[in-house]
């Protein structure tokens, strides 16, 4: 298993940026595809953006192309969310989720999450 912590939520006008991070401990942080995730008030938790463990690939949810960009540090064991011309519906908490295997946007293919971290876009 590995450890995921998220930070880097807060609020933020419409237009504006945030970058969120997620901090992996205990397994090796190279064997993991690592994927955002966001729930929003009312809503299931969804889909927002996955990186190979390789880092050589990214893939986004419709709604975030062009505006986020997913990354990874494997020095600092970290993965990073840069969001830009953030919109009110992008209002959730963000989660930070792991897999050995999998690389794509099927939330019960991964068992390792992290607690979120709350993004609030104001109009």
């Known amino acids: 298993q590995v450890q995921l912590v998220e930070s880097g939520g807060g609020l933020v006008e419409a237009g504006g940026s945030l970058r969120l991070s997620c901090a992996a401990s205990?397994?090796?942080?190279?064997?993991?595809?690592m994927g955002w995730f966001r729930q929003a008030p009312g809503k299931e938790r969804a889909f927002v953006a996955v990186?190979?463990?390789?880092?050589?690939?990214?893939y986004y949810t419709n709604s975030v192309k062009g505006r986020f960009t997913i990354s990874r540090d494997s020095a600092k064991n970290t993965v990073y969310l840069q969001m830009n011309s953030l919109k009110p519906e992008d209002t959730a908490v963000y989660y930070c989720?792991?897999?050995?295997?999998?690389?794509?946007?099927?939330?019960?293919?991964?068992?390792?999450w992290g607690q979120g971290t709350q993004v609030t876009v104001s109009s």
């Open positions: 989720a792991a897999s050995s295997y999998y690389y794509g946007d099927d939330i019960t293919r991964y068992n390792n």
């Open positions: 205990g397994r090796t942080f190279s064997g993991y595809h």
């Open positions: 990186i190979k463990r390789s880092g050589s690939s990214t």
